[in-house]
């Protein structure tokens, strides 16, 4: 089992940006996928991005691709950065934490450590 702990929401303009931070803690985390999910109210949860445990592998929704970029640093922390934000980006963002993770990478079935989720905003 991982702790993740998210950082780095809060209020933006349209077109702005914010970068979200994961900070993973446990044993072997150097094994884990790590993903990012999102829930607007009143919608279900979707997987925005996510990297393998190497960082060589990334992937993103359609709706954000072009705009956002994950990458992981040496200790594991996973970074999201989100540039030209859409008020439809406004939602909770969770971190997710996966082993043997498979296909797109962007399914929360294959994720089975959650952080608690930090609220973006995108709002004039």
């Known amino acids: 089992q991982l702790r993740l702990v998210e950082s780095g929401g809060g209020l933006v303009q349209p077109g702005g940006s914010l970068r979200l931070s994961c900070v993973p803690s446990?044993?072997?985390?150097?094994?884990?996928?790590i993903a990012w999910f999102r829930q607007a109210p009143g919608k279900e949860r979707e997987g925005v991005s996510c990297i393998s445990n190497v960082g060589d592998y990334t992937n993103y929704a359609d709706s954000v691709k072009g705009r956002f970029v994950i990458t992981r640093d040496n200790d594991y922390t996973v970074y999201l950065q989100m540039n030209s934000l859409k008020s439809e980006d406004t939602g909770i963002y969770y971190c997710a934490a996966g082993w043997n993770v498979a296909g797109t990478g962007l399914a929360s079935e294959e994720y089975g450590n959650w952080g608690q989720g930090t609220q973006v905003t995108v709002s004039s």
């Open positions: 446990g044993d072997h985390v150097f094994a884990y996928t």
